[in-house]
C-alpha cells in the first residue's frame, strides 16, 4: 500500500530526537511493506537522510526565521499559540496542500494519515476531497488542547472528523475529548504507543559504569534520569521538589535531566534555591542516539507529567516506553495515558501529579529495592517485547488502512 504520513514534525537530520517516535512509526510500516512517504514542513534543520522513508518537505516561508509551524515551535512553553503561527496559517494550508497534490500526482496515495488534527487535518481533509483518497487523523494532545481552546479551531476540528475515515488515539483522555469535538465511537480506535525493544536491549551495551563514564556522569550510587522537553507539562519541578528527600533517604544519588526547553533557566534557579544543583545534573539536549546509553547509565526513570495551567498534558510520552523497553522502573504520575502502560506496583509506580513528596516516596521505595527494581525492569521489558512495541502499533494502522479503502469503495459504490 501506498501510504503518505502528513506531520507537523519528524527528525530533521541523522539523530535527531525531535519527532522520532514518528520515524519509528514510518520504518515500522515499512517493514511491513507498506511505501511510505513522509510530508512535513521545510525547517532550517533539516538535512537529506537515508533510509527506507521518502521525505518530502514543503516550504511555507522563504524566510528561515519564520519557520515556526511544526517540530514543538509553534506553542510557547506547549500552552499557548504564538501570534506569528496565525499569519502564517493560510501559506502552511496552501502550500502543503498544492505539495501533498503534486506528489500524488506523481505517486497515487492509496491513504493520506494526517498526524496532529491542528494543523494538518485541514490540509490532509481537503486533499482527501479533491483526490477521493481515505483520510485517517491521529491525535496527540497538543492538537486536542488547542482545539478546545480555540472556538474557530475546533469547528475546524469537528470538519475534518466528519470527512476522516479513522481517528486514533494514544490515552483515554484524547478519546474522550475527540468525542466531544464531534468524532463518532465508529470512527475512534485507541492505539497505544511502542518502544523499539531490539535499540534498547540490555544485552546490546557495555556494564553500567562504563557507559556512564563515557558520558562523564558520576561512576558510583544511583541515578534518576528525567528527558524531554522541559515545558510546564513535563512537571520537572517536581522532581526537583522531590529531590532534598531522597537524597536525604538515599545519599548516594544524582539526578540527570536531559533536555532543553523555555523552563530551563526556571528549574536550575529551583535546584539552587534547594541547595540541589551539586547533584542534579543539567545536562541539555541530547541526539537520540544517545537515549539508550542514558537510560542504561540510570537506575530509575521519572516521568512527573502535569496537566498544566492552560489545560494541556501529554498523551502518553514515548519517553516512558522507551525506559521500559531498557527494562529501567519507571515512577510517573498517574495521568492522561500513562496508566495505560504502567500497571502499579508490577511495572512501576504511579503517584498523583503535582505531588512531590509522594513522587519522592515512590522513588527511594524503588532505590532502596533492588530485588523490586530488577522485578519491575524485567516485567516492563517483557512488556514492550510482547505488545509495546512499534511493529504492533505498525500492524493497527495497516488494519484501519484496509478497513478504510474498504468502506471508502462501499460509501463511494
Given at each position: 500500500?501506498?501510504?503518505?504520513?502528513?506531520?507537523?514534525?519528524?527528525?530533521?537530520?541523522?539523530?535527531?530526537?525531535?519527532?522520532?517516535?514518528?520515524?519509528?512509526?514510518?520504518?515500522?510500516?515499512?517493514?511491513?511493506?507498506?511505501?511510505?512517504?513522509?510530508?512535513?514542513?521545510?525547517?532550517?534543520?533539516?538535512?537529506?537522510?537515508?533510509?527506507?522513508?521518502?521525505?518530502?518537505?514543503?516550504?511555507?516561508?522563504?524566510?528561515?526565521?519564520?519557520?515556526?509551524?511544526?517540530?514543538?515551535?509553534?506553542?510557547?512553553?506547549?500552552?499557548?499559540?504564538?501570534?506569528?503561527?496565525?499569519?502564517?496559517?493560510?501559506?502552511?494550508?496552501?502550500?502543503?496542500?498544492?505539495?501533498?497534490?503534486?506528489?500524488?500526482?506523481?505517486?497515487?496515495?492509496?491513504?493520506?494519515?494526517?498526524?496532529?488534527?491542528?494543523?494538518?487535518?485541514?490540509?490532509?481533509?481537503?486533499?482527501?476531497?479533491?483526490?477521493?483518497?481515505?483520510?485517517?487523523?491521529?491525535?496527540?494532545?497538543?492538537?486536542?488542547?488547542?482545539?478546545?481552546?480555540?472556538?474557530?479551531?475546533?469547528?475546524?476540528?469537528?470538519?475534518?472528523?466528519?470527512?476522516?475515515?479513522?481517528?486514533?488515539?494514544?490515552?483515554?483522555?484524547?478519546?474522550?475529548?475527540?468525542?466531544?469535538?464531534?468524532?463518532?465511537?465508529?470512527?475512534?480506535?485507541?492505539?497505544?504507543?511502542?518502544?523499539?525493544?531490539?535499540?534498547?536491549?540490555?544485552?546490546?551495551?557495555?556494564?553500567?559504569?562504563?557507559?556512564?563514564?563515557?558520558?562523564?556522569?558520576?561512576?558510583?550510587?544511583?541515578?534518576?534520569?528525567?528527558?524531554?522537553?522541559?515545558?510546564?507539562?513535563?512537571?520537572?519541578?517536581?522532581?526537583?521538589?522531590?529531590?532534598?528527600?531522597?537524597?536525604?533517604?538515599?545519599?548516594?544519588?544524582?539526578?540527570?535531566?536531559?533536555?532543553?526547553?523555555?523552563?530551563?533557566?526556571?528549574?536550575?534557579?529551583?535546584?539552587?534555591?534547594?541547595?540541589?544543583?551539586?547533584?542534579?545534573?543539567?545536562?541539555?539536549?541530547?541526539?537520540?542516539?544517545?537515549v539508550p546509553l542514558l537510560l542504561h547509565a540510570s537506575d530509575v526513570f521519572v516521568a512527573p507529567s502535569i496537566e498544566d495551567e492552560s489545560g494541556n498534558m501529554d498523551g502518553l510520552p514515548t519517553t516512558i516506553l522507551e525506559a521500559m523497553a531498557a527494562g529501567k522502573p519507571v515512577v510517573a504520575?498517574?495521568?492522561?495515558?500513562?496508566?495505560?502502560?504502567?500497571?502499579?506496583?508490577?511495572?512501576?509506580?504511579?503517584?498523583?501529579?503535582?505531588?512531590?513528596?509522594?513522587?519522592?516516596?515512590?522513588?527511594?521505595?524503588?532505590?532502596?529495592?533492588?530485588?523490586?527494581?530488577?522485578?519491575?525492569?524485567?516485567?516492563?521489558?517483557?512488556?514492550?517485547?510482547?505488545?509495546?512495541?512499534?511493529?504492533?502499533?505498525?500492524?493497527?494502522?495497516?488494519?484501519?488502512?484496509?478497513?478504510?479503502?474498504?468502506?471508502?469503495?462501499?460509501?463511494?459504490?
Open positions: 500500500m501506498n501510504v503518505c504520513i502528513l506531520t507537523s514534525t519528524y527528525p530533521r537530520f541523522p539523530g535527531d530526537g525531535v519527532g522520532r517516535f514518528m520515524q519509528s512509526i514510518a520504518e515500522a510500516l515499512a517493514q511491513l511493506g507498506h511505501t511510505v512517504h513522509v510530508v512535513a514542513p521545510y525547517h532550517p534543520a533539516t538535512r537529506p537522510q537515508q533510509g527506507p522513508i521518502y521525505i518530502h518537505y514543503f516550504r511555507y516561508s522563504y524566510l528561515d526565521r519564520f519557520t515556526i509551524m511544526g517540530y514543538g515551535q509553534a506553542l510557547y512553553n506547549d500552552q499557548s499559540l504564538r501570534k506569528l503561527s496565525y499569519v502564517l496559517a493560510p501559506s502552511f494550508f496552501t502550500n502543503g496542500l498544492i505539495s501533498l497534490i503534486k506528489l500524488h500526482k506523481k505517486h497515487r496515495f492509496d491513504i493520506i494519515h494526517a498526524h496532529w488534527v491542528i494543523p494538518n487535518g485541514p490540509i490532509a481533509t481537503t486533499f482527501s476531497l479533491i483526490t477521493n483518497t481515505p483520510m485517517i487523523i491521529t491525535l496527540h494532545g497538543s492538537d486536542i488542547f488547542v482545539s478546545l481552546k480555540k472556538g474557530f479551531l475546533g469547528l475546524i476540528t469537528k470538519i475534518c472528523f466528519k470527512y476522516a475515515s479513522f481517528i486514533t488515539v494514544c490515552s483515554q483522555h484524547l478519546y474522550e475529548s475527540a468525542l466531544s469535538l464531534g468524532a463518532i465511537p465508529e470512527q475512534l480506535r485507541l492505539i497505544v504507543w511502542g518502544a523499539d525493544p531490539v535499540i534498547f536491549d540490555p544485552s546490546n551495551f557495555p556494564p553500567q559504569d562504563i557507559i556512564r563514564k563515557s558520558l562523564k556522569l558520576p561512576t558510583s550510587g544511583n541515578i534518576i534520569l528525567s528527558l524531554g522537553r522541559l515545558v510546564k507539562k513535563k512537571g520537572v519541578e517536581y522532581l526537583i521538589k522531590a529531590a532534598p528527600y531522597v537524597k536525604k533517604k538515599v545519599p548516594d544519588v544524582s539526578i540527570v535531566i536531559a533536555g532543553d526547553g523555555p523552563e530551563l533557566k526556571t528549574l536550575k534557579q529551583l535546584a539552587v534555591e534547594l541547595q540541589a544543583q551539586d547533584y542534579i545534573h543539567f545536562i541539555g539536549k541530547v541526539d537520540w542516539d544517545y504520575t498517574n495521568i492522561a495515558g500513562i496508566p495505560l502502560v504502567i500497571l502499579e506496583g508490577r511495572t512501576g509506580l504511579l503517584v498523583p501529579p503535582r505531588d512531590s513528596h509522594a513522587l519522592a516516596e515512590a522513588i527511594v521505595l524503588i532505590l532502596l529495592n533492588k530485588s523490586l527494581r530488577e522485578k519491575m525492569g524485567f516485567w516492563l521489558r517483557q512488556m514492550v517485547i510482547n505488545y509495546l512495541n512499534w511493529n504492533r502499533v505498525a500492524r493497527e494502522f495497516s488494519y484501519i488502512y484496509i478497513n478504510s479503502l474498504k468502506n471508502y469503495h462501499i460509501s463511494e459504490g
